[in-house]
């Protein structure tokens, strides 16, 4: 079974950074797509940043471009969200997903199979 573990959320000052890892475990795809995701209280899910592993290509929600970062380290089976320039509307709890396949990632509106638990970002004025 695949066990998706997020970390690294917390509190944070507007203006701070911070970095999720979603740390993976029964997952044997040669390939395969990466999201991560929030929710804030009242929101609808929203898709924050794909990854594809076949290609590298990636998607970043516009309220995010150029503040946030997406990555993976195969070798320890690790996914990351690295987040610069915090706002306060950046808080939510924030999933990250995996799915199995050869994807070429241009929105995150792929099927997610595996999600994680979350883990919470707050970010103070």
């Known amino acids: 079974e695949v066990q998706l573990v997020e970390s690294g959320g917390g509190l944070v000052q507007a203006g701070g950074s911070l970095r999720l890892s979603c740390a993976a475990s029964?997952?044997?795809?040669?390939?395969?797509?990466i999201g991560w995701f929030r929710q804030a209280p009242g929101k609808e899910r929203e898709a924050v940043s794909c990854?594809?592993?076949?290609?590298?290509?990636?998607y970043y929600a516009d309220s995010v471009i150029g503040r946030f970062t997406i990555s993976s380290d195969n070798a320890k089976n690790t996914m990351y969200l690295q987040m610069d320039s915090l706002k306060p509307e950046d808080t939510a709890v924030y999933y990250c997903?995996?799915?199995?396949?050869?994807?070429?990632?241009?929105?995150?509106?792929?099927?997610?199979?595996?999600w994680g638990q979350g883990t919470q970002v707050t970010v103070s004025s």
């Open positions: 990854i594809s592993s076949s290609d590298g290509s990636t």
């Open positions: 029964g997952f044997t795809f040669d390939d395969y797509a």
């Open positions: 997903a995996v799915t199995g396949g050869d994807y070429v990632i241009v929105a995150c509106s792929i099927d997610f199979d595996y």
